[in-house]
Nanobody
Framework: QVQLVESGGGLVQAGGSLRVSCAAS????????MGWFRQAPGKERTFVAA????????YYADSVKGRFAISRDNAKNTVYLQMNSLKPEDTAVYYC????????????????WGQGTQVTVSS
């Protein structure tokens, strides 16, 4: 049974940094793509970043490119999202997801989801 558990969310001032983590368990993820999505109150869930677990290829939404970095630790089966230069508009619940499909940007491509972790950026 696949389980994704996010952690590391919290409250930070604008311009600050935060790192959220996603601990994955239940199977070998070497053939998976791991993604981060976020959902602000009253808005749709949107793509933030993704990483191909085996190749390490990374992908980002334009809104976070240059500020956020996704990475993975094979030994810990954990994916990270390092968020720098945070803005109030980055405030959202951040979700980790796992996909066996080729596509990476669409919610429908992901098979498994974590419960989410709240990130709040104050101005």
């Amino acid at each position: 049974q696949v389980q994704l558990v996010e952690s590391g969310g919290g409250l930070v001032q604008a311009g600050g940094s935060l790192r959220v983590s996603c601990a994955a368990s239940g199977r070998t993820f070497s053939s998976y793509t791991m993604g981060w999505f976020r959902q602000a109150p009253g808005k749709e869930r949107t793509f933030v970043a993704a990483i191909r677990w085996s190749a390490g290829s990374t992908y980002y939404a334009d809104s976070v490119k240059g500020r956020f970095a996704i990475s993975r630790d094979n030994a810990k089966n954990t994916v990270y999202l390092q968020m720098n230069s945070l803005k109030p508009e980055d405030t959202a619940v951040y979700y980790c997801a796992a996909s066996t499909y080729v596509g990476i940007y669409s919610i429908s491509q992901y098979d498994y989801w974590g419960q989410g972790t709240q990130v709040t950026v104050s101005s």
